[in-house]
C-alpha cells in the first residue's frame, strides 16, 4: 500500500523550524519567532507527516481551553494527490476530538472541501499590506502590554477570540512578538491590544482590538513607530466594517482572501470590536 511508511508523529522544537521554512516556501510569510512562540502555547499542537522516515508534511491543530485552531496544512509538493495531506488533516481534528469547537482559515478554493467535513464560515478575511507610518503625537494612554495585568489583559483577549488562550497569550506578549501594546483609558481599564511582529517580509499585525476606530488608529500607529517605513502585513475581518475604513485610511492594498471557519457556531465573541486578527495560522 502506499501508505504503509506513513505515520505522525508530534514535531519537535527542532522540526518547528523545518515546519516554519517550508511555509516560507510557500510564498507564505510566517514571523521570525513563530516557532518558538507556537511551541510554548502548545508543545504538542504540531504535527509531522513521515515517510520512510523522512517528513513530507505538516498541519497545526493548537488547543486552547475549550477549542482548537487548525493551520500550516503542507505537504511538499511531489507528495501530493496520495491521501497524505487528508490523513494529517483528520489527525489534526481528531487530536482536538475533546474540545467543543475546532477553526481553521481556509484559501477560497478549498471552502467547498472543509464544508463537506462539516465546517461553517464564519466570516471572511481580506489581508492588506503596505507602508504604515508612526504617530507625530505620542498617545500617553498606551502602555507595554507586559506591564498591565495579565489577568485582565486575558480576560479582554477572551472577548475578542473564541476561548480562553492563556498560554498562547503570555507566550506571545513576552516572546512572539517585538511589540505588545495596551490602550488605558483614565480607569486604567484596557480599551484596546494590539501587537507587531517581524516576519520574512515587514512586519505582522495582529491581534488588533480596540472599542472604537480612534482607538484602533493610534495602537497602529503607536505599534509601527520603532521601524522606519514599516511595511505591514494585516487581516481584517470583513463583516468589521470600521475596520476597513481604516485600512481603506491608511491606503494599504488588498493582498489576498481567506475564510474564517469552525466546526460549528463559534462561541460567542466580539468581532465588531477585532481590527485584526491575531494570526491566520493558529487562530
Given at each position: 500500500m502506499?501508505?504503509?511508511d506513513f505515520k505522525i508523529v508530534v514535531a519537535s522544537a527542532e522540526q518547528m523550524d523545518w515546519i516554519i521554512k517550508l511555509?516560507?516556501?510557500e510564498g507564505w510569510n510566517p514571523g521570525c519567532k513563530d516557532a518558538?512562540?507556537?511551541?510554548l502555547a502548545d508543545p504538542s499542537g504540531f504535527f509531522i507527516g513521515l515517510l520512510n522516515g523522512k517528513p513530507i508534511g505538516c498541519v497545526?491543530?493548537?488547543k486552547y481551553e475549550n477549542c482548537g485552531f487548525g493551520g500550516y496544512y503542507i505537504i511538499l509538493k511531489e507528495h501530493r494527490g496520495r491521501g497524505y495531506g487528508l490523513k494529517l488533516f483528520h489527525h489534526a481534528v481528531h487530536s482536538g476530538k475533546e474540545l467543543k469547537l475546532f477553526g481553521l482559515d481556509a484559501e477560497p478554493a478549498q471552502i467547498s472541501s472543509y464544508e463537506k467535513s462539516g465546517f461553517i464560515v464564519y466570516h471572511r478575511t481580506m489581508e492588506y499590506n503596505g507602508i504604515?507610518?508612526?504617530?507625530e503625537i505620542p498617545c500617553d494612554n498606551i502602555v507595554?502590554?507586559?506591564t498591565v495585568s495579565f489577568d485582565k489583559l486575558l480576560q479582554y483577549d477572551r472577548r475578542h477570540s473564541p476561548d480562553v488562550r492563556?498560554?498562547?497569550?503570555?507566550?506571545?506578549?513576552?516572546v512572539g512578538t517585538d511589540r505588545s501594546l495596551v490602550y488605558l483609558d483614565e480607569n486604567n481599564t484596557i480599551q484596546g491590544f494590539g501587537a507587531i511582529r517581524k516576519a520574512i517580509d515587514g512586519y505582522k499585525i495582529g491581534p488588533l482590538y480596540a472599542d472604537s476606530f480612534d482607538i484602533a488608529e493610534s495602537l497602529i500607529h503607536t505599534l509601527v513607530e520603532s521601524f522606519e517605513n514599516c511595511k505591514v502585513y494585516w487581516a481584517v475581518p470583513m463583516p468589521n466594517e470600521s475596520a476597513i475604513k481604516l485600512v481603506e485610511k491608511l491606503r494599504l492594498e488588498k493582498l489576498s482572501e481567506t475564510a474564517r471557519m469552525y466546526s460549528r457556531q463559534p462561541l460567542s465573541y466580539d468581532w465588531n470590536m477585532v481590527y485584526g486578527l491575531t494570526c491566520l495560522e493558529i487562530g
Amino acid at each position: 500500500m502506499a501508505n504503509q511508511d506513513f505515520k505522525i508523529v508530534v514535531a519537535s522544537a527542532e522540526q518547528m523550524d523545518w515546519i516554519i521554512k517550508l511555509a516560507e516556501n510557500e510564498g507564505w510569510n510566517p514571523g521570525c519567532k513563530d516557532a518558538i512562540a507556537f511551541q510554548l502555547a502548545d508543545p504538542s499542537g504540531f504535527f509531522i507527516g513521515l515517510l520512510n522516515g523522512k517528513p513530507i508534511g505538516c498541519v497545526a491543530a493548537i488547543k486552547y481551553e475549550n477549542c482548537g485552531f487548525g493551520g500550516y496544512y503542507i505537504i511538499l509538493k511531489e507528495h501530493r494527490g496520495r491521501g497524505y495531506g487528508l490523513k494529517l488533516f483528520h489527525h489534526a481534528v481528531h487530536s482536538g476530538k475533546e474540545l467543543k469547537l475546532f477553526g481553521l482559515d481556509a484559501e477560497p478554493a478549498q471552502i467547498s472541501s472543509y464544508e463537506k467535513s462539516g465546517f461553517i464560515v464564519y466570516h471572511r478575511t481580506m489581508e492588506y499590506n503596505g507602508i504604515v507610518n508612526k504617530s507625530e503625537i505620542p498617545c500617553d494612554n498606551i502602555v507595554d502590554a507586559r506591564t498591565v495585568s495579565f489577568d485582565k489583559l486575558l480576560q479582554y483577549d477572551r472577548r475578542h477570540s473564541p476561548d480562553v488562550r492563556k498560554h498562547f497569550l503570555a507566550a506571545w506578549i513576552s516572546v512572539g512578538t517585538d511589540r505588545s501594546l495596551v490602550y488605558l483609558d483614565e480607569n486604567n481599564t484596557i480599551q484596546g491590544f494590539g501587537a507587531i511582529r517581524k516576519a520574512i517580509d515587514g512586519y505582522k499585525i495582529g491581534p488588533l482590538y480596540a472599542d472604537s476606530f480612534d482607538i484602533a488608529e493610534s495602537l497602529i500607529h503607536t505599534l509601527v513607530e520603532s521601524f522606519e517605513n514599516c511595511k505591514v502585513y494585516w487581516a481584517v475581518p470583513m463583516p468589521n466594517e470600521s475596520a476597513i475604513k481604516l485600512v481603506e485610511k491608511l491606503r494599504l492594498e488588498k493582498l489576498s482572501e481567506t475564510a474564517r471557519m469552525y466546526s460549528r457556531q463559534p462561541l460567542s465573541y466580539d468581532w465588531n470590536m477585532v481590527y485584526g486578527l491575531t494570526c491566520l495560522e493558529i487562530g
